[in-house]
């Protein structure tokens, strides 16, 4: 419960405009859990400014299946996944971001 803690405050509430706090804060979408994998493997990852990145398409479809297609929010909750248009998570922003800053790779989210 502590790691989901600090991830929130690190990752939810500054990146995810569909966090709402005080609600079940167990569960974590699948980029905030890929996240928590990365530092809890020992990655050192900057969690900077809040961005849109721009991932072309072939980047944004693997980050899609490989985030997207695991997160339990994805079918009944998720307006990204229903309309490309809608701004994704918090966690598929800042994935995007570290992919584009060369951070981590698609090899590393798998």
């Known amino acids: 419960m502590k790691k ?3 991830l929130i405050q690190t990752l939810c509430l500054p990146y995810c405009r569909y966090y709402k706090p005080g609600r079940n804060e167990e569960l974590l979408c699948r980029g905030a859990i890929v996240i928590r994998q990365l ?10 400014e809040k961005t849109r990145p721009d991932l072309d ?12 297609g695991f997160c339990e929010f994805r ?4 307006d ?17 971001g ?11 989210i798998k």
Do not use: H, W, Y
């Open 39 to 48: 530092i809890e493997s020992g990655r050192n990852l900057s969690i900077e």
């Open 98 to 108: 570290l992919l584009l800053a060369g951070v981590i790779t698609i090899e590393d």
């Open 4 to 6: 989901n803690k600090t």
């Open 80 to 96: 990204f996944s229903q309309d490309r248009k809608a701004r994704p998570c918090g966690g598929f922003e800042l994935i995007s």
């Open 57 to 68: 398409f072939e980047a944004q479809e693997m980050v899609t299946q490989q985030v997207c």
């Open 75 to 78: 079918e009944q909750d998720c």
